[in-house]
T-cell receptor, first 112, second 114 residues
Framework: QKEVEQNSGPLSVPEGAIASLNCTYS??????FFWYRQYSGKSPELIMS????GDKEDGRFTAQLNKASQYVSLLIRDSQPSDSATYLC????????????FGAGTILRVKS | ETGVTQSPTHLIKTRGQQVTLRCSSQ?????VSWYQQALGQGPQFIFQ???????GRGNFPPRFSGLQFPNYSSELNVNALELDDSALYLC?????????????FGPGTRLTVL
């Protein structure tokens, strides 16, 4: 079983819609979770981190964490074409000394 | 404040050769992590260096080795290159080795093994 799983997509949404990105993780001991955005040909950029169950909002982005279900999601409100990118979910894994393990990423396409 | 830099940008090698990739961490950062990102995949953790010592390693063979220098810059060395080593190699620096500390990624080195 992969440590962090994401639907590869692509997820296509119209401009102005809400994009919902999902991620599941296997290490029940994980306490912190991260969402990175990666534009084609560029390096990942951190956009959100979340440590507690519930929602965390930052501008148009909301991260949601449910530790009981081992599930993390990222909502992007009022999606813009500039949000088109690959979104990577990451969580620490004890097998690697509590270092970050990334999912394969979900490709998001926002159509204008 | 300078960001994370990596060199070279692109590199082409043949099977069996050795390669050295370099990373300069962001000013004030003492921790460097290296990742391998194959096409269509997420970054895979190779190892981390903290204050010149290896501080965690992923599932990579010993032919992947590294160094960190007193100025906290770092090198990734790969011996006996294989075709599957073709990937984007990313380094990320942070001010603390704790996983909760924000990592800042460099632009990456694209390695092609023929």
């Amino acid at each position: 079983q992969k440590e962090v799983e994401q639907n590869s997509g692509p997820l296509s949404v119209p401009e102005g819609a809400i994009a919902s990105l999902n991620c599941t993780y296997s290490d029940r001991g994980s306490q912190s979770f991260f969402w990175y955005r990666q534009y084609s040909g560029k390096s990942p950029e951190l956009i959100m981190s979340i440590y507690s169950n519930g929602d965390k909002e930052d501008g148009r982005f909301t991260a949601q964490l449910n530790k009981a279900s081992q599930y993390v999601s990222l909502l992007i409100r009022d999606s813009q074409p500039s949000d088109s990118a690959t979104y990577l979910c990451a969580a620490p894994n004890m097998e690697y000394g509590n270092k970050l393990v990334f999912g394969a990423g979900t490709i998001l396409r926002v159509k204008s | 404040e300078t960001g994370v830099t990596q060199s070279p940008t692109h590199l082409i090698k043949t099977r069996g050769q050795q390669v050295t990739l370099r990373c300069s961490s962001q000013s004030g950062h003492n921790t460097v992590s290296w990742y391998q990102q194959a096409l269509g995949q997420g970054p895979q953790f190779i190892f981390q260096y903290y204050r010149e010592e290896e501080n965690g390693r992923g599932n990579f063979p010993p032919r992947f080795s590294g160094l960190q220098f007193p100025n906290y810059s770092s090198e990734l060395n790969v011996n006996a290159l294989e075709l599957d080593d073709s990937a984007l190699y990313l380094c990320a620096s942070s001010s603390d080795p704790q996983v909760t500390d924000t990592q800042y990624f460099g632009p990456g080195t694209r390695l092609t093994v023929l």
